[in-house]
């Protein structure tokens, strides 16, 4: 089992900017590639990024590309997501995401352990 805790969500004004932190326990964090996904009220959840175990590889939806970068630290068992030029279509709840094959799918069904996300807010 691994435990994730989302955190960093809040209130800020578009063009304005996040720093999500997702901090892991249980298994060890360095086995697993880890996903960013976020759910806006209504509407489905959608792949947000995602990183491989070594950070050799790292993947972006085409909403979120040159505004956010995904990152992690395995020593810290944390994975980051810095969140630029915010719009207020970026308002969802994010969640990391688990997955305990060193790949990077889109679909939230693959990811195997969940956070409980943390709320973004992006005023106009």
């Known amino acids: 089992q691994v435990q994730l805790v989302e955190s960093g969500g809040g209130l800020v004004q578009a063009g304005g900017s996040l720093r999500l932190s997702c901090e892991a326990s249980?298994?060890?964090?360095?086995?697993?590639?880890m996903g960013w996904f976020r759910q806006a009220p209504g509407k489905e959840r959608e792949f947000v990024a995602a990183?491989?175990?070594?950070?050799?590889?790292?993947h972006y939806a085409d909403s979120v590309k040159v505004r956010f970068t995904i990152s992690r630290d395995n020593a810290k068992k944390t994975v980051y997501l810095q969140m630029n030029s915010l719009r207020p279509e970026d308002t969802a709840v994010y969640y990391c995401?688990?997955?305990?094959?060193?790949?990077?799918?889109?679909?939230?069904?693959?990811?195997?352990?969940w956070g409980q996300g943390t709320q973004v807010t992006v005023s106009s």
């Open positions: 995401a688990a997955r305990q094959t060193d790949s990077l799918p889109t679909a939230a069904s693959t990811y195997d352990y």
């Open positions: 249980g298994r060890p964090f360095s086995n697993y590639a």
């Open positions: 990183i491989s175990v070594s950070s050799a590889y790292i």
